[in-house]
């Protein structure tokens, strides 16, 4: 079965620095999803986002990118220039034959 | 360890038929969260109970439900199904309430699937 682990359950940053957050996963699948959700106290998921595991690019959204590495399994989130508003629950998540999600990352920027 | 358990994994209704999904939390986890994710979409929040006690509604039709009990499972019903209601229904629980500051990490179950036909 696919496991997703997130080895950080909190982390902080200072308002506009830089931090990684750490993902990473177990599956046999060789075609698969990977995605970061944030989850603010409304409880909504919103999507962060998506690689293709057979794109080797990693993907980029405006101040949030990540490192995919496939052969280590590994798939970690970077956000620059933080913002108040990033502060969020950060989920990482896994799509192949199932539908995973990691325990969350909480992440707090400070002023 | 335990994890979350979600019951079934798979069902199959027809139109107007109502359903019902089961969520049994991580063994002290008294928070329990309900999310729908439809094709290609992502998981829209639908309800939590703290405490056997509604804490937060989102966008959870009128045609479904839910409670949870006072060994903390709780029970999604849906009702009048439409073709629409096909989605991926995840459960997920925590412990100590719904604020964020003092949640502790949400567990997600492997979701139910069910399918509307």
């Known amino acids: 079965a696919q496991t997703v682990t997130q080895s950080q359950p909190e982390m902080s940053v200072q308002e506009a620095e830089t931090v990684t957050l750490s993902c990473t996963y177990d599956?046999?699948?060789?075609?698969?999803?990977l995605f970061w959700y944030k989850q603010p106290p409304s409880r909504q998921m919103i999507l962060v986002i998506r690689q293709e595991a057979y794109k080797q690019q990693n993907a980029t959204e405006n101040r949030f990118s990540v490192n995919f590495q496939k052969a280590a399994k590994s798939f970690s989130l970077k956000i620059s220039d933080s913002q108040l508003g990033d502060t969020a629950m950060y989920f990482c998540a896994f799509h192949g034959q199932n539908f995973v999600f990691g325990p969350g990352t909480r992440l707090s920027v400070l002023p | 360890a335990a994890g979350v358990i979600q019951s079934p994994r798979h069902l199959i209704k027809e139109k107007r038929e109502t359903a019902t999904l089961k969520c049994y939390p991580i063994p002290r986890h008294d928070t329990v969260y309900w999310y729908q994710q439809g094709p290609g979409q992502d998981p829209q929040f639908l309800i939590s109970f703290y405490e056997k006690m509604q804490s937060d509604k989102g966008s959870i039709p009128d045609r479904f439900s839910a409670q949870q009990f006072s060994d903390y499972h709780s029970e999604l019903n849906m009702s009048s199904l439409e073709l629409g209601d096909s989605a991926l229904y995840f459960c997920a629980s925590s412990r100590g309430g719904v604020d964020f500051s003092y949640n502790s990490p949400l567990h997600f179950g492997n979701g139910t699937r069910l399918t509307v036909t």
């Open positions: 599956t046999s699948e060789n075609n698969y999803y």
